[in-house]
């Protein structure tokens, strides 16, 4: 449950500040431009953020033998 929990906190901060800036880049910034900003901020924030809490979740290594 504590995996869920935390997915869906992630996601609604990684929706929430791209709800912020891409209608201002929209308005702003030219088509070709907007959508090569989309695909990098938007691809990028997710991979990072998620690649860390996918190391925490699933770590590598065998797990500790006590």
Known sequence: MWYFIAWVVISLICNGFNNLWMPIAQQYVAPAIYNLLVTFITGGVSM?????VFKIIFPEG?????
């Open 48 to 52: 990072i953020i998620f690649f860390f």
């Open 62 to 66: 065998e797990p500790d033998k006590k």
